[in-house]
């Protein structure tokens, strides 16, 4: 189950900070593959100070912090061609998707139970099903239970937009330092094919109209925001043949409009899942489109790659979900705040970043040699599996999604991760799921990984993907730095001998 | 001259509660329910606000 960080080790009551701390080295998160790659160094104090705990925002903290989703708010104001309301499968992995609906009292005991076992947990998210801010009475009355007993949790909210600038200045009572909103689109003819109906002042409207008002409060909304310093994540859903283009034009308005990152999701879709795009046939992006556009982009809003797409009730690090284990009957009736254990976990944390930052350093270090012995510069794209913390610590056959990084002599960047699991098609066989990683793998030149068969290593080597276990429990990059310079240079040996 | 809410269709998301004027939507046991005797149909308000809102269509009809 859990893929990026694992904190199997550090969740189970660890007794004391060394603990934690052994716990971390083993499998904690110091890697760098989430939200916004920028550390420190490379944006104002004060923005640093708001997202370097939040796991959805900061590729940094998403190896150290938690969140958790509570679905409090499940009425909705607009309809989308691909999300179903009716549908809920406990084995999938998607947004808008949710097994249990909350009261906010019930919400509330789940925080403090989740907050008394996850010692990661930084931050609490509505999200949906629905929309957090049309059924807002729900959303800013779990936010008032969960404040009097978690004044240091963060809250974020996830909108369409629609009745976002209604609430504004509530959103800033509450020290909201994080809203997302979902745009689509900046087109009211191309929002037509995504947005069939929104209510809407009392009543239902279709087509470019609704499209066209979604847009303008998403506009107005953002706007609104970003001039009260609340910081604003854009999701976009990657539609291809609809919106795919355009998503370059969104980029360039959300970010005019001060969004602090933009975050392009791939479109989930299949005919199970029962939306409208899923039943016409209309298909996501593959992983190379996806990047494709994410690298024209880069030069737009922040971009973050790291985003899982989590279940609306998702609890854990981000790629692990533990919210099976906080359903409503498995948490008592009166459950009491113990702040001991986070505390203790976030001074473990500083200690490890500064660490992992010197091995990160380390390893572009070792890169920028590269060059000056003049190694050939191509960029190469390397999996890794990692339960977190960093480090190339899970087992390939363990893994249900891949980490992927591009390598060349400017460094090693995190650039997104492939899921290898396809949701609840199911009833794999092991070969057949072989099949299914290595067509996730597609443009892959190796994998490291902490240990594999000789089975499923002579499959992908016959698809021409490299692997080695030689870099087990090391740091991702400077272990891909150090296969790349090695790799590299055997390359070039070859050729001069050739 | 009331609206119903069909069940099997219900999923739940509490929208029309929100929206009904009259305050003739709440939830019994696991779904929700509209009260004939409260319900209006929504005849100042141009459309019946719980068919206008609700996630899926057919859910909320005429009686």
């Keep these: 189950m859990s893929q990026v960080i694992s ?22 998160c110091t890697s760098s593959s989430c939200g916004s790659s920028d550390g420190p160094a490379d944006m104002p104090a004060e923005i640093w100070e708001k997202i370097k705990d939040h796991p959805c925002y900061s590729e940094e903290a998403h190896h150290y912090f938690a969140r958790m989703h509570v679905a409090v708010a499940p009425a909705c104001n607009i309809q989308c061609n691909y999300c179903n309301r009716k549908y809920d499968c406990a084995n999938e992995s998607r947004p808008g998707v949710v097994s249990e609906r909350l009261t906010p009292e019930q919400a509330a005991r789940k925080v ?32 008032e239970l969960v404040e009097t007993q978690l004044p240091d949790i963060k809250f974020c909210i996830s909108t369409n937009g629609l009745a976002l600038p209604d609430h504004v200045e509530e959103i800033a009572r509450h020290n909201i330092d994080h809203v997302t909103i979902t745009i689509n689109m900046v087109d009211p003819e191309i929002g037509a094919k995504i947005y069939p109906w929104i209510f809407f002042d009392k009543r239902r409207i279709h087509g470019v109209e609704a499209a066209r008002i979604l847009h303008e409060r ?83 809003a922040n971009l973050m790659r790291h985003c899982r797409q989590c279940r609306a009730d998702a609890v854990g690090l981000l790629g692990e979900d533990r919210g099976q284990e906080f359903t409503l009957d498995k948490i008592g009736e009166a459950v009491a705040y113990d702040p001991e254990k986070r505390r203790l976990y976030r001074e473990v944390v500083e200690a490890e970043r500064a660490d992992h930052q010197k091995a990160r350093a380390a390893a572009e270090d070792a890169l920028a040699h590269a060059v000056d012995t003049g190694a050939d510069a191509a960029p190469m794209l390397v999996a890794v599996t990692t339960k977190g913390g960093g480090r190339l610590n899970q087992h390939f056959g363990h893994a249900t999604e891949f980490q992927v990084y591009e390598v060349d002599c400017d460094g090693v960047r995190f650039v997104g991760h492939r899921r290898a699991d396809n949701y609840c098609l199911g009833g794999f066989g092991e070969d057949d799921r072989l099949e299914t990683i290595i067509g996730a793998l597609d443009g892959v030149t190796a994998v490291l990984t902490a240990k594999i068969g000789d089975c499923p290593r002579e499959r992908l080597e016959e698809a021409g993907i490299v692997v080695s276990d030689a870099y087990a429990y090391e740091y991702i990059e400077s272990s891909i730095g150090a296969y790349y310079t090695a790799s590299v240079g055997s390359v070039d040996a070859g050729r001069a001998s050739a | 001259m009331a609206y119903q809410i069909i069940q099997s269709q219900c999923s739940v998301c509490g929208a029309c509660e929100f929206e009904c004027p009259n305050g003739a939507i709440k939830m019994k046991g696991d779904t929700y329910i509209i009260d004939a005797a409260k319900c209006t149909e929504c005849e100042d308000q141009g459309s019946p606000q719980c068919a206008s809102v609700c996630p899926v269509d057919g859910t909320c009809v005429p009686a």
């Design chain 1, 7 to 28: 904190l199997d080790s550090i969740a189970k009551a660890p007794e004391s900070a060394e603990t934690m701390r052994q716990d971390l080295a083993k499998g904690g």
């Design chain 1, 112 to 143: 403090i139970a989740v907050a008394n076992e996850v010692p990661q947990l930084s931050v609490l998210g509505i999200a949906g099903p629905g929309d957090s801010l049309y059924d807002w009475k729900k959303t800013f009355e779990t936010f």
């Design chain 1, 218 to 300: 998403q506009m107005q909304g953002l706007e609104m925001l970003t001039e009260r310093g609340i910081l604003v994540k854009v999701n976009s859903v990657m539609i291809p043949g609809i919106n795919d283009e355009h998503l370059k034009v969104v980029n360039a308005e959300v970010k005019k409009r001060g969004a602090f990152l933009h975050n392009i999701m791939p479109l989930i879709s299949a005919p199970e899942h029962g939306t409208h795009f899923g039943l016409t046939g209309q298909r996501g992006p593959t992983a190379a489109e996806l990047k494709a556009l994410q690298d024209d982009l880069a030069d737009g």
